[in-house]
């Protein structure tokens, strides 16, 4: 079992918000760790959107608009990332990560269709 | 301008060796770790390994540990990724990360990536 679970695909409309969540395996606690989000747009590298362990340990990127917020589910053992008032733009990738037994994890990444 | 360009990729028979580069620039290289993201041709990223600012820590995937090795020339900029005994699953696009600590081991994220550069493991 992969160490992040991510949805491989999933649309929504414009104007519209969107969770993409990021599940972790069991026996590893979505509360211990910070879980970081990077957006990828086709040819593009990834960039960087924030980061969320909890409301007093978060961040966001440097020009990353409010709209995008994260959050944890500790029912589901996930983390999540909130897009609110879904733009064209916003149509991408998107990978959660986490730092896991001294190694970087990527999730295997949620295709956002705005349509 | 504050850039990464990786050089080096190239089509490689399986079980040969490849050496990646880093040019960085617009930074003060030096201050930063280093690390070094792949992602297979339509798959996601895998990270691949990672370097302090003084080579003093590192660590690396486990899925290339003991084929790559990651190391630094903070004279120079720059950054490599040497690669032996390559598989075919090693084809991908290789990104060259900035990390915001100057400690690999701190766990922060990537907030300055390159474009990458194509490695192709095939016969």
């Known amino acids: 079992q992969a160490v992040l679970t991510q949805p491989s695909s999933l649309s929504a409309s414009p104007g519209a918000s969107a969770s993409l969540t990021c599940t972790l395996r069991s026996g590893i606690n979505v509360g211990t760790y910070r879980i970081y989000w990077y957006q990828q747009k086709p040819g593009s590298p990834p960039q960087y959107l924030l980061r969320y362990k909890s409301d007093s340990d978060k961040q966001q990127g440097s020009g990353v608009p409010s709209r995008f917020s994260g959050s944890k589910d500790a029912s589901a053992n996930a983390g999540i990332l909130l897009i609110s008032g879904l733009q064209s733009e916003d149509e991408a990738d998107y990978y959660c990560m986490i730092w896991h037994s001294s190694a970087g994890v990527f999730g295997g990444g949620t295709k956002l269709t705005v349509l | 301008e504050v850039q990464l360009v990786e050089s080096g990729g190239g089509l490689v028979q399986p079980g040969r060796s490849l050496r990646l580069s880093c040019a960085a620039s617009?930074?003060?290289?030096?201050?930063?770790?280093m690390h070094w993201v792949r992602q297979a041709p339509g798959k996601g990223l895998e990270w691949v390994s990672g370097i302090s600012w003084d080579s003093g820590a590192i660590g690396y995937g486990d899925s290339v540990k003991g084929r790559f090795t990651i190391s630094r020339d903070n004279a120079k900029n720059s950054l490599y990724l040497q690669m032996n005994s390559l598989r075919a699953e090693d084809t991908a696009l290789y990104y060259c990360a900035k990390d915001i600590s100057p400690l690999y081991g701190d766990y922060w994220y990537f907030d300055l990536w390159g474009r990458g550069t194509l490695v192709t493991v095939s016969s």
């Open positions: 617009g930074f003060t290289f030096d201050d930063y770790a």
